[in-house]
């Protein structure tokens, strides 16, 4: 997952991606397909200086196939797959994004913007009754440096009746490519804005995340939830950036087919 969050299409990522899945995406065991289909709302602050924060309406669509999946704004297909384990290869934007007409510090309205990243890579997932350990390796591949980020976290799923509470703690590693595309300000860029240069390096990020998803009937899922990520020093010492957190929240509604 990406560390900070810009516009909408993060919170894609938090809330299709990563929490509503792992609450409540259906197994393919039984060689069915499953849809998830629904609307959510999620919102975050950037950690970029004077960022324009929004709260989103947003779609949510799952797939779980036998072989194929669609996970929020991820596409994967699984290489091998028992009970237990799923190894898969998967596409996936790092939706980073940065707009400068959307900052109000008058420097950062002078710098370039950063666009959405399209990375590919390899996923691997184990659960067993202590919980399920997630890892992921990822390359981006749309020229914007060419950066990989590696991502793991263990969630611990407590189930109560019709609700169910999911605890997941990670951590995510970005080189140096991929942090300074997002978080760098070249000489250029230093020298319109009135910016120091930067030049960021890699950097991990620990994060904390809790969703809640109660089962309405057996067809309907509400979801809630938030994601807590600690900036690293390559991230929060850009001259770019205001904070050194970023806190994503969302709320859910879904059919579950």
């Known amino acids: 997952m ?3 969050r810009f516009r909408s299409l993060t919170l894609v990522a938090v809330l299709a991606g990563v929490a509503v899945p792992a609450a409540h995406a259906q197994s393919s065991t039984d060689g069915q397909a499953h849809w998830t289909l629904g609307i959510g709302a999620t ?6 200086r004077s960022y324009d924060n929004k709260a989103w309406p947003l779609p949510l669509v799952n797939y779980e196939g036998k072989s194929f999946y669609f996970r929020g704004a991820s596409f994967g297909y699984r290489l091998y797959k028992t ?4 190894i898969s290869v998967l596409v996936s ?9 959307d900052s109000n510090d008058a420097r950062l309205r002078r710098l370039s913007d950063r666009d959405i990243s399209g990375m590919g890579g390899i996923a691997w997932k184990h659960a067993a009754d202590w919980g399920v350990l997630q890892a992921s390796a990822q390359k981006e591949f749309t020229g914007h440096g060419g950066g990989t980020s590696l ?12 609700l169910t509470l999911t605890p997941t703690l990670g951590v995510t590693r970005a080189n140096g490519a991929l942090n300074d595309y997002y978080y760098g300000v070249s000489g250029r860029e230093a020298a319109r804005s009135g910016l120091a240069s930067y030049r960021a390096g890699s950097g991990t990020a620990p994060w904390l995340g809790l969703a809640a998803m109660y089962r309405l009937s057996p ?8 994601r807590y990520t600690v900036l690293p020093d390559a991230v929060r010492d850009s001259p770019m950036v205001g904070d050194d957190h970023t806190q994503s929240f969302f709320l859910s509604l879904s059919h579950v087919f």
Request: charged share 20%; proline share 14%; hydrophobic share 35%.
């Open 83 to 86: 009970p237990n384990d799923e």
């Open 2 to 4: 990406s560390l900070p």
């Open 151 to 162: 991502d793991a976290n263990y969630a611990y799923p407590i189930r109560k009746g019709a």
């Open 219 to 226: 067809s309907w899922i509400t979801a809630a939830g938030m």
């Open 43 to 48: 919102w975050s602050p950037s950690p970029y």
């Open 93 to 101: 934007p790092l939706a980073n994004r940065f707009r400068h007409d």
